[in-house]
């Protein structure tokens, strides 16, 4: 095997390590708020304890690309995967570190009866996810388009961000007694929107690393 052949492999193998570690954000992303919608601490919990998880692979993939740099000394595209590698790898871990927030809200709230339905919490929650699986896949595609098209969602979630935000607002000045646990229900809206936020990042990189130009689509 040509030492061409088997930096590619190694780099293939980079990604596949990558995209198992997006799957568990993802999963994590879409427990977390299952559990606050169904007020199922145990499945909050099962978030909070994926975390460990999520952080080894963050921790082995890190140093896998560190070997990457540090031995094959990539030029060119070659230095934008790894490098892209890594960034993608540290939005997904603070998504989960959100994730886990959300569980610990779900936790919090144990036993309350919900407000309102969060049927827009939920929708940001989706979108959010869709935003990590289609910038996975842009990574994957070297889908330039997608990727863009992807950034496009954050948008979306900013809506209803907002949306949920001023009608919690109302709630908490006409029931004063709901003001606490509006008040996390307003933590758990801005932790989706710091999600997209992160996804959006995944994006751009993806665009880096094919086209070699950053570019801002917060």
Do not use: W
């Not at 990558?18 to 977390?32: C, G």
């Not at 896998?64 to 540090?70: G, L, P, Q």
């Not at 809200?105 to 289609?134: D, S, Y």
């Amino acid at each position: 095997m040509s030492t061409r052949q088997s930096f590619d492999l190694q780099l293939m193998d980079l990604q596949q390590h990558i995209l198992r570690m997006a799957s568990l954000v993802e999963r994590a992303i879409y427990d977390a708020v299952e559990s606050l919608t169904r007020q199922d601490t145990v499945l909050a919990q099962k978030v909070i304890d994926s975390d460990d998880a999520i952080d080894e692979f963050l921790n082995d993939i890190e140093h896998t690309i560190i070997k990457i740099i540090a031995t094959q000394q990539p030029i060119a595209r070659d230095l934008r995967v790894a490098i892209t590698g890594l960034k993608i790898i540290i939005s997904l871990e603070r998504m989960a570190d959100f994730a886990v927030d959300i569980a610990k809200i779900t936790l919090r709230l144990a036993g309350e009866k919900l407000i309102k339905p969060l049927v827009k919490i939920n929708e940001m929650a989706r979108l959010a996810q869709q935003m990590v699986k289609e910038g996975l896949d842009a990574y994957v595609q070297s889908d330039v388009a997608k990727a863009r098209r992807m950034c496009g969602y954050d948008d979306d979630v900013d809506y209803y961000f907002h949306e949920v935000f001023e009608e919690l607002i109302v709630f908490m000045k006409n029931e004063p007694r709901c003001i606490e646990q509006a008040s996390h229900l307003l933590l758990v809206c801005r932790y989706l929107e710091r999600i997209a936020d992160y996804a959006t990042n995944i994006g751009e990189e993806v665009v880096y690393l094919i086209t070699g130009s950053m570019e801002d689509m917060n």
